[in-house]
T-cell receptor, first 115, second 115 residues
């Protein structure tokens, strides 16, 4: 079975400092991995995705993630946090079945950005 | 936003009453999904559809049924609502699935409270 583990339920950073949100995955196959962001009382927005092309993936709003097979990790980073980055972030692995693809979500990391 | 709307956006109901949530999309996506979001669980798949009248169960399908009579609408029904079904429900769509799965895009969500 495929799964993801988000290692921190809550991360707090100061505005202008780097962001690191950690995610480890478990997969029997070469996985497709995603990061989604959810702002308060909003739906989920795709930040970036890895689908077996380049291991360093760039997303929206300055975020990027690096797929490391040897470490089974897909950590999300941003060089400089902005107040608008405060949200909940979900690491997701996709399982492709015969009829559809199914997403398995991590439990989420809430990012707090302080002045 | 992938042209997805959900209705109602908020609903309060009583235990034992039937409830139907609607997901409507305007971009002719073949695949549609229903998830529920609960604290500490991320999002979990309830049911999905891979075409008109073609549906299948997800990991938390007990107590839920779905129908898809036309491409643009995917209905989620709680036949007899229980307090454990209090949650935020998200619809998602994708153009392709299976081995060539595409990205899933999410609607704004429906907050359901069962008293």
């Amino acid at each position: 079975a495929q799964s993801v583990t988000q290692l921190d339920s809550h991360v707090s950073v100061s505005e202008g400092t780097p962001v690191l949100l950690r995610c480890n995955y478990s997969s029997s196959y070469s996985p497709s991995l995603f990061w989604y962001v959810q702002h308060p009382n909003k739906g989920l927005q795709l930040l970036l995705k890895y689908t077996s092309a380049a291991t360093l993936v760039k997303g929206i709003n300055g975020f990027e993630a690096e797929f490391k097979k040897s470490e089974t990790s897909f950590h999300l980073t941003k060089p400089s946090a902005h107040m608008s980055d405060a949200a909940e972030y979900f690491c997701v692995v996709r399982v492709n079945t015969g009829t559809a693809s199914k997403l398995t979500f991590g439990t989420g990391t809430r990012l707090q950005v302080t002045l | 936003d992938a042209g997805i709307t959900q209705s109602p956006r908020h609903k309060v109901t009583e235990t034992g009453t039937p409830v139907t949530l609607r997901c409507h999309q305007t971009e002719n996506h073949r695949y549609m999904y229903w998830y529920r979001q609960d604290p500490g669980h991320g999002l979990r798949l309830i049911h999905y559809s891979y075409g008109v009248k073609d549906t299948d169960k997800g990991e938390v399908s007990d107590g839920y049924s779905v129908s898809r009579s036309k491409t643009e609408d995917f209905l989620l029904t709680l036949e007899s609502a229980t307090s454990s079904q209090t949650s935020v429900y998200f619809c998602a769509v994708a153009t392709s699935g299976g081995l060539k799965a595409d990205t899933q895009y999410f609607g704004p969500g429906t907050r359901l409270t069962v008293l």
